[in-house]
Every structure is written in structure tokens, then in C-alpha cells.
């Protein structure tokens, strides 16, 4: 049963950067992992996604050029590079995954879920 497990979250100014990750407890590299986030008192939103065959990753417009979504399969682990921080990036960041599954936007096609990091950037 694969477990996810994020980290990296924290405080940080508007402009700076902060790398998120999410650990599998088992080997990752069959799965597609996706981020998505949550602020207060808002929906679910996708963030990014990247494949387990390869391929360019895909994000929600609002990151674009400020976020990478990157996978180190040796290290069963899937990061969340983030610059150029926005106080509306805040939100809690989960990580996703479904087996040998598609990119996807929607929630409902990733199978499991981690439990979040809090990202919070002040202005």
C-alpha cells in the first residue's frame, strides 16, 4: 500500500522560494504524482503533474514559469519546486499519485493522498 508523506512547508516572504516534497513508501516510478493545494476556504486546486512514462509535466496556469515539478525515482521521491512566491500561493500542498496512471487536473483520478504541508508567504 503506497503512503505519501510531504514536507518543506513554512513560512517565507513574497519573492522567496521553497521546495516541497513528497516521500512514497514504496517504489514510485510506476506512478503519476500530482500536487494540488488548499486555502482557506477555497476548493481543492490543481497545481502540477508530472508522468510516471516521462514527458513534460503539466501546471495550472497561475504557476507556470514559477514552479517545478520534478521526480527522483532512485529516492522514491516527487519535489515541488516553487520561486517567485505569491502570498496567493498560500495554502496547504498535498501530493497525489495513481498508478501508471494520466496527468491529470482532477483530483478524483489520483488514488492516494498525503496528509499536506502548510505553505504560507507573507507580503
Known amino acids: 500500500q503506497l503512503q505519501l508523506v510531504e514536507s518543506g512547508g513554512g513560512l517565507v516572504q513574497a519573492g522567496g522560494s521553497l521546495r516541497v516534497s513528497c516521500a512514497a513508501s514504496?517504489?514510485?516510478?510506476?506512478?503519476?504524482v500530482g500536487w494540488f493545494r488548499q486555502a482557506p476556504g477555497k476548493e481543492r486546486e490543481f497545481v502540477a503533474t508530472?508522468?510516471?512514462?516521462?514527458?513534460?509535466?503539466d501546471y495550472v496556469d497561475s504557476v507556470k514559469g514559477r514552479f517545478t515539478i520534478s521526480r527522483d525515482n532512485a529516492k522514491n521521491t516527487v519535489y515541488l519546486q516553487m520561486n517567485s512566491l505569491k502570498p496567493e500561493d498560500t495554502a496547504v500542498y498535498y501530493c497525489?499519485?495513481?498508478?501508471?496512471?494520466?496527468?491529470?487536473?482532477?483530483?478524483?483520478?489520483?488514488?492516494?493522498w498525503g496528509q499536506g504541508t502548510q505553505v504560507t508567504v507573507s507580503s
Open positions: 514504496i517504489p514510485i516510478w510506476r506512478y503519476t
Open positions: 497525489a499519485a495513481a498508478v501508471y496512471g494520466r496527468m491529470s487536473m482532477l483530483g478524483s483520478e489520483y488514488e492516494y
Open positions: 508530472i508522468s510516471w512514462s516521462g514527458g513534460n509535466p
